[in-house]
């Protein structure tokens, strides 16, 4: 069974940046799409960003595009979100997410999911 963990959140201002970290372990880690979603108080999580397995399939939503890089390391077994030019409203949970097959954009169609990194973005 995969596991996740993020890390790398925190305060930050208006126009600054935060690179979250999502580490794996177990499973079958290396042959899944990870994707990041985040959730807003009172808001439903959304999309945020996916990666394929070979890193050749890369989404975003278009409010981060632009501006959230999406990146993967094997080696390390851990999938990372450079986020740049921050602004209030991408203030959340952010989480990761693992699946089998390809990049998705559905939360329900992941299977594995991390507890959550906060992000906060003061104007």
């Known amino acids: 069974q995969v596991q996740l963990a993020e890390s790398g959140g925190g305060l930050v201002q208006a126009g600054g940046s935060l690179r979250l970290a999502c580490a794996a372990s177990?499973?079958?880690?290396?042959?899944?799409?990870t994707g990041w979603f985040r959730q807003a108080p009172g808001k439903e999580r959304e999309f945020v960003a996916a990666?394929?397995?070979?890193?050749?399939?890369?989404d975003y939503a278009d409010s981060v595009k632009g501006r959230f890089t999406i990146s993967r390391a094997d080696a390390e077994n851990a999938v990372y979100l450079q986020m740049n030019s921050l602004k209030s409203g991408d203030s959340a949970v952010y989480y990761c997410?693992?699946?089998?097959?390809?990049?998705?954009?559905?939360?329900?169609?992941?299977?594995?999911w991390g507890r959550g990194t906060q992000v906060t973005v003061s104007s």
């Open positions: 997410a693992s699946r089998l097959t390809g990049v998705s954009v559905r939360s329900e169609q992941y299977a594995y």
């Open positions: 177990g499973g079958t880690w290396s042959l899944e799409t």
């Open positions: 990666i394929s397995m070979d890193g050749v399939f890369i």
